[in-house]
């Protein structure tokens, strides 16, 4: 069996890996943070300062985390 293949039936029977992972480069894929422009209204961005001034976050994380849940909640359920 390839190493490959070997780690990844660890990993899928929730083995330990840490004697096959470097912890201090290891990254998660699709989490490296992109640019994204959005056009709005004036009024819409100053809504969106004044929820995120509230909140105590940023506009970007506002904005990553509402988009998150509308995308969780539009994905269909594994039951279906």
Do not use: C, H
Not at 37 to 49: F, N
Not at 52 to 59: M, N, P, Q
């Amino acid at each position: 069996m390839k190493t490959v293949e070997r780690f990844d039936r660890k990993f899928d029977d929730g083995e330990d890996i840490s004697e096959y992972v470097d912890w201090s480069t290891a990254t998660r894929p699709n989490l490296e943070p992109v640019t994204l422009t959005v056009t709005v209204k004036q009024g819409t961005k100053l809504r969106l300062e004044r929820q995120a001034r509230e909140l105590g976050v940023s506009v970007d994380s506002l904005l990553e985390e509402w988009l998150r849940e509308k995308l969780d909640a539009a994905r269909p359920s594994a039951a279906e």
